[in-house]
């Protein structure tokens, strides 16, 4: 925590020195500023009371909408309402907020992640490592058999299934078979 905390604001200074960023504020405030950020960072560990506490916290981040539907107050032609969290000298209080349709929509779309970037979809014992190695207990435990994966459907059957024709039959009807394959150019 401490070396992220470092690395963050420390490039923030080289960025500030290079010139490759600017501010409002003066070149002072910003070192009080830093100062003070490096200082106060903390990141909160949550201590888990009970297995329905865990799974409420963790359920909040698991394929949810970036704002939730109860906190959208109004919305008109031109404007949204919506309540949030302002949070200042370690208080957190709710406020009403209202922006225009182009801000609101701005601050929805720095919620979605960027293209090859993905949210967490199964999380705990659902997630693919976890329930590869406990499933078989499960099944024990629950005094069930786990089912056969089913086989796999070929190429040709789903093209037949869905176009009606078989594509291993050539056009007199004759069943086709791998015969191999020409190097380019050989012919």
Not at 23 to 29: A, I, Y
Not at 45 to 70: C, M, N, W
């Amino acid at each position: 925590m401490h070396m992220w905390r470092f690395a963050v604001i420390s490039f923030l200074r080289a960025a500030r020195q290079a010139k490759l960023v600017s501010s409002e504020l003066s070149d002072r405030e910003l070192r009080v500023l830093f100062a003070d950020q490096y200082r106060w960072w903390s990141v909160k560990v949550d201590h888990f009371t009970s297995k329905e506490h865990f799974l409420k916290y963790a359920g909040r981040y698991v394929r949810r909408p970036p704002i939730a539907q109860y906190r959208i107050q109004s919305i008109t032609d031109a404007k949204v309402q919506f309540r949030c969290k302002f949070k200042q000298n370690g208080k957190r209080r709710w406020i009403s907020l209202t922006c225009s349709l182009e801000e609101f929509v701005h601050l929805l779309a720095e919620q979605v992640p960027d293209r090859y970037q993905h949210a967490v979809r199964r999380f705990g014992l659902l997630s693919p490592r976890a329930s590869a190695l406990t499933s078989a207990a499960l099944f024990t435990l629950l005094g069930q058999q786990k089912r056969p994966r089913p086989r796999r459907l070929g190429w040709a059957f789903a093209i037949q299934r869905d176009f009606g024709v078989d594509p291993l039959r050539d056009s007199q009807g004759h069943q086709m078979h791998w015969v191999g394959r020409l190097s380019p150019g050989s012919q």
